[in-house]
């Protein structure tokens, strides 16, 4: 299997597609990545996590990481520089207005930091003070926060909730329906810890990705993508090469061109093999 337009930019989602969750490449994978990028193809993280929860998984590659999109295309960055490629904050009156929407349906919210820079104070997460929270909301990133509903102390990247599908995934569908013109809902997660992210209009993987391949100068038919599940659906989409994991949704696999072996089988490592020849 081959494509007749070199690769010079990859794109990869992280859970479920480069790491499950003890957060470690495999030495398949990382032989692969290190092979490509000897080619000269530039090696991009593409993910819904923040810099401050990505940044140390990307930091396994073989070779020193550039280039990182994170909070689901909602930032691009150079990880050598000290300014942002992009950053799509929140509205901060929409912001408010997002986070007492899902205090009213009875739904804890966690109001994220854009974390462009490292260290912790640039990556906050926010909740309501006297709110239970998730086990993962560690201090002291994760922080109890009076008025949050109208004084926050930064303008958010995101406004987001975990929990339960059957709860998350209707609240989903309610939001876009009824906000679908002002913001972006994205979702990702399992059956039991499922997260709706709720993001400044238009944001998606896609777009961090059109940001980042203008910004090093290629083409679209010189990009893939690889990923897992429903917020890797328009960078799929927009990939020369978009190619879904084995273990990925079946939403994921019906718009992906190409399907790799599952996370457990090294499908990256597969398909590197397969679109970036020697």
Same mark, same amino acid.
């Given at each position: 299997m081959s494509d007749s337009t070199p690769v010079r930019a990859l794109?990869? $989602?992280?859970?479920? &597609?480069?790491? $499950?969750? &003890?957060? &470690?490449?495999?030495?398949a994978v990382l032989a692969e990545l290190s092979r490509v990028n000897d080619l000269g193809c530039a090696v991009i993280a593409c993910t819904g996590r923040t810099r401050f929860t990505a940044e140390h998984i990307v930091r396994q590659f073989p070779f020193e990481p550039r280039y990182l999109v994170t909070s689901n295309g909602g930032a691009a960055l150079d990880l050598h520089a000290s300014e942002p490629i992009m950053v799509r904050r929140l509205d901060l009156h929409? =912001?408010?207005?997002?986070?007492?929407?899902?205090?009213? =349906?009875?739904?804890t919210p966690y109001v994220? #930091?854009? =974390?462009?820079?490292?260290?912790? #104070?640039? =990556? +906050?997460?926010?909740?309501? /003070?006297?709110?239970?929270?998730?086990p993962f909301a560690h201090a002291p990133r994760y922080r109890p926060q009076v008025h949050i509903h109208n004084s926050l102390p930064f303008q958010p990247i995101s406004v987001s909730a975990f929990g339960p599908a059957s709860i998350l995934r209707p609240l989903a569908l309610t939001l876009l329906? #009824?906000?679908?013109? +002002?913001? @972006?809902?994205? /979702? @990702?997660?399992?059956? &039991?810890?499922?997260?709706?992210?709720l993001f400044s209009y238009g944001v998606n993987k896609r777009e961090g990705m059109k940001v980042m391949?203008?910004?090093? *100068?290629?083409?679209?038919c010189q990009s893939m993508a690889i990923g897992d599940h429903f917020n890797d659906i328009e960078m799929?989409?927009?990939?020369?090469i978009g190619v879904a994991m *084995?273990?990925? /949704?079946?939403?994921?696999?019906?718009?992906?061109?190409?399907t790799a072996p599952d996370l457990a089988h090294d499908g990256v490592a597969w398909a590197l093999q397969q679109f970036i020849a020697n």
């Open positions: 794109f990869l $989602d992280l859970d479920g &597609t480069l790491i $499950d969750h &003890t957060e &470690t490449i495999s030495p929409e =912001a408010h207005f997002l986070v007492g929407t899902l205090v009213e =349906a009875g739904i994220y #930091e854009d =974390a462009v820079m490292p260290g912790v #104070e640039y =990556a +906050r997460v926010l909740y309501p /003070q006297g709110h239970k929270v998730g329906k #009824e906000l679908g013109d +002002r913001i @972006s809902v994205i /979702q @990702s997660g399992s059956g &039991t810890n499922w997260g709706i992210e391949m203008k910004h090093l *100068g290629f083409l679209r799929l989409e927009w990939a020369h *084995g273990n990925a /949704q079946p939403e994921i696999l019906a718009v992906a061109r190409y």
